[in-house]
Structures are given as structure tokens and as C-alpha cells.
């Protein structure tokens, strides 16, 4: 199967960074600083970070890797810095696991210098990996959902996608959650992951040793949504307003004749995730009028291969596929809207009556 040992190297490693990060979610303190943006970082964050980057350049030397974090916004702070490297220290693995990840971090100096080798800039051609460590961070702090992400872009397209789910349930059949997870509930926590042309899966979160392509994995597909049944469609989209506009949304949602009810408010990429798996039926991302904020790749190239894998189409608010070889960001797109097959165009219709339908340009 091409790309075998990337997909094997990708689960491994975001099993590992998904574990320390479920540390660090039910712990009380979590490190929080606030970067340049404003918006929140933590020690699981810049952990996740380091483990992740440490492996791809221990199994994948000459790959590029962009990531969202860098060392300098953790601003010289020695104690943040020292328990960062305790908690990358303390692994769940084996010991032939953390062998296959290119072993553990020595010290403070080496953490530090590999939160910044995920600086590439991208763009159509050669390898890179598209790393965020903790997705929807927000999310992660208010005691929601978030996803570790990982993608290998070959020649600017998704060619593998894990995504680290630990607070969606394992069982592929459950609702969307719409309430806080319970961390110690073993039917909670689970991976995605998608190559290109193999089709996507989900696994349990924990069981990755012995036999990682086959144990617990099961295939996962979009529901088959048809436009007589988009009433019946369930849609999610971001908690946050500021990243995706929720009046945009509700409008698109009464011209489907989807009652708002019907939508789900979750954080991060755990919404592809979802979809995939038939959770959920429709993603929406709509840009915020006055904003001009153009996605980042590290958050959507793995759920974008995901839903893809599982029978779905994404594209943006305008209907153009997502380009992943304009560099960092998505240069040429704008907002997300990802739909089974069967309902994507008339989605993107109803998508574009309304954002076009309004006297606010700016998008
Ligand atoms: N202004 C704006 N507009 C759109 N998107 C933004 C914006 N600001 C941030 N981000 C990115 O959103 C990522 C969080 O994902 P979601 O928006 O899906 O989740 S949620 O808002 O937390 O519900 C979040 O990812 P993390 O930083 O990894 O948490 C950001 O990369
Ligand atoms: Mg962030
Ligand atoms: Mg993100
Ligand atoms: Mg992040």
C-alpha cells in the first residue's frame, strides 16, 4: 500500500503526542500563555509539538515540516520549559514503540530547538508535514473537544491524515457529543486516519502496539445523503463565532430546511472526524465579514483527506478545492464546506445565496 510507512510513523507518533496531551487535560494546571495573536497556547501545545517534530526528523529526515508552534512564544520561560520537558519525558509507549520514534528528549536545549523546525514555508512541491498539536486549544481549555493533527502534503496534495481525537467517543455510531467528555470513560478517545486512494478508518485511541494497521480499525464512510434528505442532515461548525460566522450558518441551515437544532457546535478538526464517520453530515466554515482571516493548513489538510477517503467533498464557501501548495495558509480559499457526495453542490448553492446575497464583500 503506498505510503504504508508514513501512515504506520504518523499513527504511532500522534498516539504518543495525544496521550501526553490527555495529561495535561485533566491536570489543573496547563501552562496557558498567550501568544502575539492573543490566542492561547499550553504546555500540551508546545509538548505535543516537540515529540511529534522529534520523530518525523528521527523516521523522515529530509522532509520539511510546518508546524503551528514556535519557542519563542514561550518567551525564555525556564519553568514552563522544565515542565514541558518532564512531560515529554514520562512516555505511555513501549520501549520498542519510543524505539520506532527515534527514542526520547534529552534536554532543554534540544526541546527548544526542535518547537522550531516547523518553520517551512511550503508550497507545490517536494515533501512536508503539516503539524498541529493541539487543535482547538480553545476547546481544549474549556474542557471540549480538540485534536492532534498530522498530514503528509506531497507536491502540494494530502497524501496521509491522522487526527487524534481524544474526547470524541470510540464508537463510530454514537450522536455528537454535546457535552463535556468524561477523560476516564475507556469508550472515549479515538484516531482517524486517511491515505490517499486507501480509503479512511477510525481505531481506539490506546491500542496501537502489537498491531497497529489492524487492530480495532474499522473502515469509515460519510452517510449517503440524497437532496430529498438534506432536512434530515445534521450540520457542525466551530463553538467560536469569531472563526466561523454562526448567523451565516443558520441562514444556509432555514434555506435547506435543516432545522437548527440539528447543528452541532464543536472545536477543531474532531468536526471532519466526525462527518467522516457519519456523525454529522455537513461542515460548515463560514468567513467572518470584516475579518479577512485566510485558514491555516495544519488546521484542516488531515480532515480534509479524511472526509475525502470516506466518501465526502471539501471545498471552500466558493466551491474550489482546498490547495495545500500555496505555503502555510490557504492562500487561495476561503471558509470550508465539506458534504457527502450526493448533497455537495446543493450545499455550496445555497452557500453562495447567502454569502453573496449580502451587501458585506469582505470575504
Ligand atoms: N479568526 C479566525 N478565524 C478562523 N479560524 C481561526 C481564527 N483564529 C484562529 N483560528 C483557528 O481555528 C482553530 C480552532 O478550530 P475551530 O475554529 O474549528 O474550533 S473552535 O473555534 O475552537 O470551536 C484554531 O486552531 P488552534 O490554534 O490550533 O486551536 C486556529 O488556528
Ligand atoms: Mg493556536
Ligand atoms: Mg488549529
Ligand atoms: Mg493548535
Redesign the pocket.
Known sequence: MPYEAELAHALLTVTRATLLTRRVFTSSTKGTLSKTDT?PVTIGDFGAQALIISSLRHAFPNDAIIA?EESSSLASNPTLTSEILSLVSSTSLSPEEEARLGGSIKDESQLLSLLDMGKSTGGPSGRVWAL?P??????FLRGGQYAVCLALIEDGDVKVGVLGCPNLPLSDTAPLPTSAPDPDDASTGVLFSATLGGGASSRPLTHTSSKPQTDGVKTIHMHSLQPDNIPNATFCE???A???SHSDSSAIAELLHIPLSQSV????QA?YGSIARGAGDIYL?LP?PG?G?V??IW?HAAGDLIVREAGGVVTDARGQNLDFGRGRRLEGNTGVVAAPQGVHDVVIKAVREVLEGKKDVDR
Request: hydrophobic residues 20%; proline residues 0%; negative net charge.
Open positions: 490566542s503551528e498541529d493541539i487543535d482547538g486549544t480553545k476547546g466551530s463553538v467560536e469569531a472563526h466561523s457546535r464543536m472545536d477543531s468536526k466554515r467572518v475579518k482571516y485558514e491555516k488546521d
